[in-house]
């Protein structure tokens, strides 16, 4: 362009443009996101400097971000209405990688270290749209000022700076992106929708959608977070259709947890349960769903926000403290993360808790549909084994209805000394076990567990309120102590002279197929069983643990 002052960036740009269209991002929509997000903190910027200075008066024109997409040209602008740029702003902000994150990096990459590996962990924010542009234009008023400038560069080293045209904007910026070949699609209105939707839907600034040489614009993103507003100010219904949009869902949440954590880090959540179970809970690979945004940018759903055995809540976590750029690894194993974590489980735990207590038939609801998956916590996560408990529910065989550890523990026998399990496929099939002979004889509570992660905390758990967990299948029943409820039928007491003639023939016919015949107390009517040993993998365990080998 003539007139135009050509000048080179200040930091080894061209090094990093270079490296980040290669590798930077896998995912090349989050672009737009940059764009979007800066677009955004210029409204908010001079909405804040506006309060403060009057003569940044911004009129009655309210504060939004359209973005203009023209297929025939091939260019994709997003237009706003804050700060704006004067020309020494322009060639430091777009011209120099000014960012402390960003200088760190360009330092890091001149001691030769891995690029690639690096780059993640910084910012590179503007440069980002040198993915998909063969050029970008950013055309710029100083909220204020008389004159626009124009900044332009192909990203291979240099930018130009001069006098922008008349179609300058007003005030604010205009990014022009002019699309390379192979990132056209950017240009057509409902691939850029489906953007916004993923990575943008909840920016706190409006965002519209126009084709080029049309007056016409659709609004796609209104410009209130919900998580932002307070609890008081959502209907029901608002939470409901948000939890629908978020988690692809039909049916409303049975739980929803909005709250502002406030102290050493600020976040917001709003986190929803299911109301019922989805089909992919059961998945191998356990991952979450929680969305992680920092100050109302989509950051990822990738991010280890709850643990595994709460896989299946639903919601965003707004971080103020937070980067914008994360590395994965940042994402998997960091302090801010990890403290959230913590918080945020905590929270679930104690809303399940209220919950339970105030309205069981909701809760009971909630623990059908993903009880067995919450008990992976029991193991996982011995420190919340406590608070687990607390809302565990389990049948047993007192018959219908959901009983807790505090209820069935009050209800336990004169001299009872455990409490007692049995481990299977299905309740009918548990129920009926002759194991359960003895117990029902004495009246005492059995927990029938059914899920396969039964197996595996009951090995672990310890005990509850200082009685241990025993399987009615494992060991010596000890039962004697306790004394029958029920007289026994079948009339006179066998000769113990008898009894141990038997138990030696059976022994002998049976040989080392058992390692042991013993008389007990555990059965009432059926005349034999057979149990595991006491200190070895109980016989349910056996079985899950020959199938998974298969
Ligand atoms: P960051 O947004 O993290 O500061 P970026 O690389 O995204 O880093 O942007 C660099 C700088 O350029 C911003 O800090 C801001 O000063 C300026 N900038 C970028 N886009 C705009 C815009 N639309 N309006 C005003 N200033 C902008
Ligand atoms: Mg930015």
Same mark, same amino acid.
């Given at each position: 362009a003539g007139g135009a002052e050509t000048r080179p960036f200040a930091a080894d740009v061209a090094q990093i443009l270079k490296l980040m269209v290669h590798s930077?991002?896998?995912?090349?929509?989050v672009f737009l996101r940059e764009l979007l997000s800066n677009a955004a903190d210029a409204c908010e910027k001079l909405r804040h400097l506006s309060l403060i200075d009057d003569?940044?008066?911004?009129?009655a024109e309210p504060f939004g971000i359209v973005i203009e997409v023209d297929g025939d040209n091939g260019t994709l602008a997003v237009i706003d209405n804050g700060i704006g740029m004067s020309r020494e702003e322009l060639t430091e902000n777009l011209g120099t990688i000014a960012r402390s994150g960003t200088r760190a990096f360009v330092e890091a990459l001149s001691k030769k270290e891995d690029g690639s590996a690096l780059i993640g962990q910084f910012g590179v924010g503007f440069y980002a749209a040198f993915m998909v542009a063969k050029e970008v234009v950013v055309t710029s008023r100083r909220a204020g000022a008389a004159e626009a400038w124009t900044w332009r560069s192909d990203g291979a080293g240099t930018f130009t700076v001069e006098p922008a045209g008349d179609? $300058?904007?007003?005030r604010g910026t205009r990014v022009t992106v002019v699309l390379a070949d192979d990132a056209? &699609?950017?240009?057509d209105a409902f691939r850029v929708e489906e953007v916004v939707r993923t990575?943008?839907?909840?920016?706190?600034v409006p965002i519209a959608i126009r084709t080029a040489g049309s007056a016409e614009s659709r609004t796609?993103?209104?410009?209130?977070?919900?998580?932002?507003?307070?609890r008081s100010s959502v209907t029901p219904e608002e939470y409901a259709e948000f939890f629908k949009t978020l988690a692809g869902e039909t049916t409303d949440p049975a739980l929803t947890v909005h709250y502002r954590a406030e102290g050493r880090q600020d976040y917001s959540v709003l986190a929803f349960v299911p109301g019922r179970t989805p089909f992919?809970?059961?998945?191998?690979?356990?991952?979450g769903r929680m969305k992680l945004y920092v100050r109302r940018v989509f950051i990822t759903?990738?991010? $280890?926000?709850?643990p595994g055995w709460l896989r299946f809540v639903r919601g965003v976590v707004d971080s103020e &403290?937070?980067?914008l750029n994360l590395s994965r690894e940042m994402l998997q194993s960091n302090p801010l993360i990890d403290a959230i974590r913590k918080g945020l489980t905590g929270r679930i735990l104690t809303e399940l808790e209220k919950l339970a207590e105030n309205d069981a038939a909701s809760f009971l609801k909630i623990w059908d549909a993903f009880g067995a998956v919450i008990?992976?916590?029991?193991?996982?996560?011995p420190d919340r084994r406590d608070a687990i408990f607390k809302i565990a529910r389990f049948r047993t065989t007192r018959g219908e209805g959901w009983r807790t550890l505090a209820e069935i523990l009050a209800d336990k026998k004169e001299n009872q000394t455990a409490l007692y399990y049995v481990l299977g496929e299905s309740e009918a099939a548990v129920a009926t076990?002759?194991?359960l002979e003895g117990y029902r004889a004495r009246g005492i509570e059995v927990m029938l567990l059914t899920d396969p992660v039964d197996a595996f905390w009951v090995q672990t758990a310890l005990g509850y309120e200082g009685k241990p967990f025993r399987s009615?299948?494992?060991?010596?029943?000890?039962?004697?102590q306790i004394p029958l409820t029920a007289p026994q039928e079948g009339g006179e007491e066998a000769k113990a002279g008898d009894v141990a003639a038997l138990v030696a023939l059976v022994k002998q016919s049976l040989g080392d197929k058992v390692s042991d015949v013993r008389t007990s107390a555990?059965?009432?009517?059926?005349?034999v069983c057979l149990v595991a040993p006491?200190?070895?993998?109980?016989r349910q365990l056996e079985k899950l643990l020959s199938r998974s080998g298969e």
């Open positions: 930077v991002y896998s995912d090349r929509d003569t940044l008066a911004v009129g179609d $300058a904007p007003a056209r &699609d950017y240009a990575h943008a839907a909840h920016i706190p796609l993103v209104d410009g209130t977070a919900l998580w932002t507003r307070s992919d809970l059961f998945n191998p690979d356990r991952k759903d990738e991010a $280890a926000l709850l &403290d937070l980067p008990k992976e916590g029991l193991y996982e996560e076990s002759p194991h009615v299948t494992q060991g010596s029943a000890d039962l004697d555990r059965l009432a009517t059926s005349p006491e200190f070895g993998p109980d």
